[in-house]
């Protein structure tokens, strides 16, 4: 049964500030708000790669972008206060009645409750196992065992009573993105083959196979799948793309063509979902 304070919402925001892979996991979550609050209007706060999953994400209604100091590792944000204060002022000014702050196991929730707290959003959840004094109007606490990040985001939200049936990730590709990536598949010369994307890149160093890696599975796919082969990644991935192309044999390489931020999110999405295998890095353990 919900809450009967977040019965009341009207305006709810989500937060989730980091990776796109990580909006993508919480969809179900947002689902879940959204079927059990129709009537309610439901906003993204959240990163700037995660924006692009955030705006082929049905139940969202809108989406605010924001660099948080306190999220990625890998990047080191200027000191500015100023931007900090300025994301304030326009989250009070949207005057959300309720915030749903989403973390993974190992980040705190408690800045972002600190921010929406300054908003005055007057409903705020997350889990914490720290002490968040008068941060959060609900603490919630995940079960003590190991949760997929799909299911610690439905436990978060179940906290107060959405909930929905619905388990498989949501993302709603164009049709104008999937009738582009169809042509430019269709000038490739690659009609008749099993088509398989391989998508080597990540931002997490730690989860990156070897590029030598990639291209012993992609001379694989080739020569003993007959499969034809599309290389995916963003402009800065394009030095990997070409350390793979480099290792391809001549023949290997009539069969696989390298697209290095020609895609964008909406069109990379098409082509998986045109694809008949889809290639990648590991996404993390589960928690």
């Known amino acids: 049964m919900i809450d009967p304070r977040w019965r009341a919402a009207r305006r709810i925001l989500a937060v989730r500030l980091d990776n796109l892979g990580d909006v993508l996991l919480m969809t ?13 209007t439901l906003t993204l706060l959240t990163s700037p790669v995660g924006a692009q999953a955030g705006r082929l994400d049905p139940d969202v209604d809108d989406v605010i972008v924001c660099e948080a100091p306190w999220v990625d590792p890998w990047q080191q944000l200027p ?6 204060r300025r994301l304030i002022a326009a989250l009070r000014a949207r005057r959300f009645d309720a915030a749903v702050i989403f973390t993974s196991y190992r980040q705190s929730a408690l800045p ?3 921010l929406c707290y300054l908003a005055d959003i007057p409903l705020r959840l997350a889990a914490s196992i720290d002490g968040p004094g008068s941060l959060l109007t609900t603490r919630h606490r995940h079960p003590d065992r190991p949760l997929h990040e799909v299911e610690r985001a439905l436990d978060l939200v179940g906290a107060v009573g959405f909930a929905t049936r619905q388990r498989d990730l949501i993302l709603r590709v164009p049709e104008e993105a999937r009738a582009d990536v169809a042509a430019r598949l269709g000038t490739l010369g690659l009609d008749g083959y099993p088509l398989v994307a ?10 990156t196979y ?34 793979i192309w480099l290792q391809l044999g001549a023949v290997v390489r009539q069969q696989t ?29 589960m928690h």
Do not use: W
């Not at 799948?225 to 350390?243: I, M, R, S």
């Not at 697209?259 to 999405?269: H, N, P, T, V, Y």
């Open 112 to 114: 972002a409750a600190y």
């Open 210 to 243: 070897p590029p030598e890696g990639y291209a012993a599975i992609v001379t694989e796919l080739v020569e003993q799948l007959g499969a034809a082969v599309v290389l995916t990644g963003t402009d800065a991935e394009q030095p990997l793309l070409d350390t």
């Open 28 to 40: 179900p979550a947002l689902h879940a708000i959204k079927e059990t609050l129709p009537e309610a």
């Open 198 to 207: 391989v998508h080597p890149g990540c931002t997490m160093p730690a989860r």
């Open 79 to 84: 000191h500015d206060s100023e931007r900090e």
């Open 257 to 285: 063509r390298a697209f290095a931020g020609a895609l964008s999110f909406a069109e990379f999405c098409a082509l998986i979902a045109s694809a008949d295998l889809a290639v990648t890095n590991n996404t993390g353990p």
